[in-house]
């Protein structure tokens, strides 16, 4: 069964970087877009970034755009998230996620990992 599992959350200051990885177990992100989402405690879960099949087009939320870059390595079968300039706001859970087009709709995305806690401190 195809799993994506993120790493790379923790607590950071504000103004701080993180990256966050997620890992598919097999081909998972092959021929597929994937992108990253994110839930704070109370809100929906939230697009962040995404990446189209090949890498060519990427796509941020205006909250996140100039300091996020999201990439993909299909050797590793691994997406990345690249967190820069961090605030307070950024705090949430990160899920990455994988669909057959890049779409800011969460209900679009049909396979999703289990999150990984990112903090960001004032």
């Known amino acids: 069964q195809v799993q994506l599992v993120e790493s790379g959350g923790g607590l950071v200051r504000a103004g701080g970087s993180l990256r966050l990885s997620c890992a598919s177990s097999?081909?998972?992100?092959?021929?597929?877009?994937a992108g990253w989402f994110r839930q704070a405690p109370g809100k929906e879960r939230e697009f962040v970034a995404a990446?189209?099949?090949?890498?060519?087009?990427?796509y941020y939320a205006d909250s996140v755009k100039g300091r996020f870059t999201i990439s993909r390595q299909d050797a590793k079968n691994t997406v990345y998230l690249q967190m820069n300039s961090l605030k307070p706001e950024d705090t949430a859970v990160y899920y990455c996620?994988?669909?057959?087009?890049?779409?800011?709709?969460?209900?679009?995305?049909?396979?999703w990992g289990q999150g990984t806690q990112v903090t960001v401190s004032s």
């Open positions: 996620a994988r669909s057959t087009i890049a779409t800011m709709e969460p209900g679009m995305w049909g396979l």
């Open positions: 097999g081909r998972a992100f092959s021929a597929y877009a």
């Open positions: 990446i189209n099949w090949s890498g060519a087009s990427t």
